[in-house]
């Protein structure tokens, strides 16, 4: 169970650190494409959110549910077809920030055994809660490497 504590902290600090990575940048810095077909950073912001809506809603089904099925999505098309290059960072930031607070609150109130709950996930195979908790709190992280390397390329 620690290690099931220890990534909740880290998912619990996901949207600290990501607000510190977008930090100070200009509209034309959060869409622009320093590495050709790749995601913006705003892209990338909105693509965390979305993300964890999405998590937030599979981590509740596997507590509520017994053995629901987790259906995957697409990303590529959800940030092309979502108008995730117009989104608002102002409320993006926030929102993602609520989400996971909402979340931690919540799996805090569980009992180590909930941890064991499963899903199936459509191309994963069998999931557990355990698993999709250390795998989001890792997900921010994996995508401040590319922010990260994005505000080198501008310069910021």
């Known amino acids: 169970m620690s290690d099931i504590r220890a990534a909740l902290d880290r998912y619990a600090k996901g949207p600290d650190a990501l607000a510190a990575a977008v930090s100070g940048l200009s ?10 077909g790749t995601w913006s950073i705003r892209q990338i912001v909105v693509h965390l959110l979305d993300s964890d809506l999405a998590a937030t809603h599979r ?6 549910e017994d053995l629901p099925l987790i ?4 990303e590529t ?8 290059d117009k989104a608002d960072i102002a409320l993006v930031l926030p929102l993602f920030a609520d989400t996971r607070r909402f979340t931690r609150d ?10 064991a ?22 997900h921010v992280d994996h995508h401040l490497a590319f922010i990260t390397r994005k505000r080198t390329l501008l310069g910021v």
Do not use: C, E
Request: charged fraction near 20%.
């Open 106 to 115: 919540w799996l805090d109130t569980l009992s180590p055994d909930a941890f």
């Open 27 to 36: 509209t034309a810095h959060l869409d622009a494409l320093p590495i050709p």
């Open 59 to 64: 981590m509740r089904r596997i507590v509520a």
């Open 77 to 84: 098309a959800f940030a092309s077809r979502l108008a995730y």
């Open 71 to 74: 259906i995957a999505y697409d």
């Open 117 to 138: 709950r499963a899903g199936v996930h459509n191309q994963r195979g069998k999931v557990t809660l355990a698993d999709i908790v250390r795998m989001y709190a890792d």
